[in-house]
Structure formats: structure tokens, C-alpha cells
């Protein structure tokens, strides 16, 4: 059973272009989340994907940044025109269930990240 | 507003030790807690889940602890082995369907 995977890996990208970052969760799994990590700094939630809904977005900033979970095919992390502070690895996490109900929790499952340099 | 707090120091240690890692939280009444290993340039992994009705849980050489009262984890690692040399994450739900991490705690062990 193939773990979450993201890719690229590695993206590099000028001032002003897009980013698509891509993830598909492990098989079975319809709940997908995206985080950010800076350097020398944790791991920060941006948003939790139901297929088809955004559920959370709470921690997307509100310009240039959407994510989709779309019926077929990977979750997608889109960033606008990006900037240099966009620099950071992205993470992608999937799980079987929702990731906090009532006490009641599923382990996330991370992929490798995709790490984005913006010239 | 919630905090989570791990020391943010390297946290050196010999082989064979046992390393000691503590989680603070603030502003939470969180149900369970996470801890979750992270090797440079890799995705976190998920290690151990204590809830908390539980004061210490096990799994082989890794040991935590939940105090509710002091709003403290402690995360411990016997028998410290170089391959356990990581970023430790400690991780509380954040509000509905989210979990909020601490910064994580750098362990060195050293042969």
C-alpha cells in the first residue's frame, strides 16, 4: 500500500509565476490536509479537503493561495503569483477519518513534502 | 490563544542513554496528544497517541507521559540509539478536524 505521495519534490520558481503542488493520499483515504513548514519554524495547518469540499480553510491565506480536492484524481495546492516569502516545504497528510471528532482522532499520514524555492 | 512548547534546543545525548523530550501546552484542554518523528527533508511520522484519561503510554523503547494538570508531555527514548537522532514533534487537535505542532525538539545521539 503506497504511502501519500507528493510531488514534485523539488519546485523552483520566479517571482510571479504559479506553483501546483500536487498529492495523492493513501489509498482509502478521502480526507487530505495541507501544511506549510517554514525554516525554523513548526509545521502550520492551511487547509483540510474532503473530496469535492473544502472543509477548512482557516489557515489558507486569503489571496493568491486555493487547494481542491476534485472526485478523481490528487489534491492540488495552487499558489498565484508567488513571492519569496512562498518559500517552504509544503506537506501534504491523509487520513481514513476525520482528524478530530469529539476526542476521537485518525492518524494523519504525511508525505514527503514538496519544497519550493521562489527566486 | 493556544501554545505549544518544545524546547527548541538541540537536545545531545550519548548512546545507550535515555533522552528526555517535554511538550508544554497552554490554553488547551486538548482530549489526546501526538508525538510524531521528523528526519531532515522528510515528511513527520506518527509515533504515539496518548489520551488523556492515559498517564503514560508504551511502544518498545519510547515511553510518554500526559499531565493533565500540568499541561505537560514528557517523551522519552531508552537504550538511545544513533538511528534515533531526529526532529521530535509534539501535536494537540487544534479545533475542529485540525492538529496544531509544537516547533519540535532536535535529538542528537552521539556514539
Known amino acids: 500500500n503506497a504511502g501519500v505521495m507528493q510531488n514534485p519534490r523539488h519546485l523552483v520558481r520566479r517571482r510571479g509565476q504559479e506553483a501546483r503542488l500536487r498529492c495523492s493520499p493513501m489509498k482509502g483515504h478521502s480526507h487530505v490536509y495541507w501544511y506549510r513548514q517554514l525554516p525554523e519554524e513548526g509545521l502550520k495547518f492551511m487547509v483540510y479537503l474532503q473530496k469535492e469540499n473544502i472543509i477548512d480553510e482557516s489557515g489558507m491565506p486569503k489571496e493568491r493561495f486555493s487547494a481542491e480536492f476534485p472526485k478523481e484524481g490528487p489534491s492540488i495546492l495552487r499558489i498565484q503569483q508567488v513571492v519569496r516569502g512562498d518559500s517552504a516545504a509544503y506537506f501534504c497528510a491523509s487520513s481514513e477519518l476525520p482528524g478530530n471528532r469529539g476526542g476521537h482522532t485518525d492518524t494523519q499520514y504525511f508525505g514527503p513534502g514538496t519544497r519550493l524555492t521562489v527566486l | 490563544s493556544q501554545k505549544i512548547e518544545q524546547n527548541s534546543e538541540a537536545l545531545n545525548i550519548q548512546e545507550g542513554k535515555t533522552a528526555t523530550l517535554t511538550c508544554n501546552y497552554t490554553?488547551?484542554?486538548?482530549?489526546?496528544l501526538q508525538w510524531y518523528r521528523q528526519d531532515p527533508g522528510r515528511g513527520p511520522v506518527f509515533l504515539l497517541l496518548i489520551r488523556e484519561n492515559e498517564k503514560e503510554k508504551r511502544k518498545e523503547r519510547l515511553k510518554v507521559t500526559f499531565d493533565t494538570t500540568l499541561k505537560q508531555s514528557l517523551f522519552h527514548i531508552t537504550a538511545s540509539q544513533p538511528a534515533d537522532s531526529a526532529t521530535y514533534l509534539c501535536a494537540l487537535p487544534g479545533g475542529y478536524q485540525k492538529v496544531t505542532f509544537g516547533i519540535g525538539t532536535k535529538l542528537q545521539v552521539i556514539p
Open positions: 490554553n488547551y484542554s486538548p482530549a489526546y
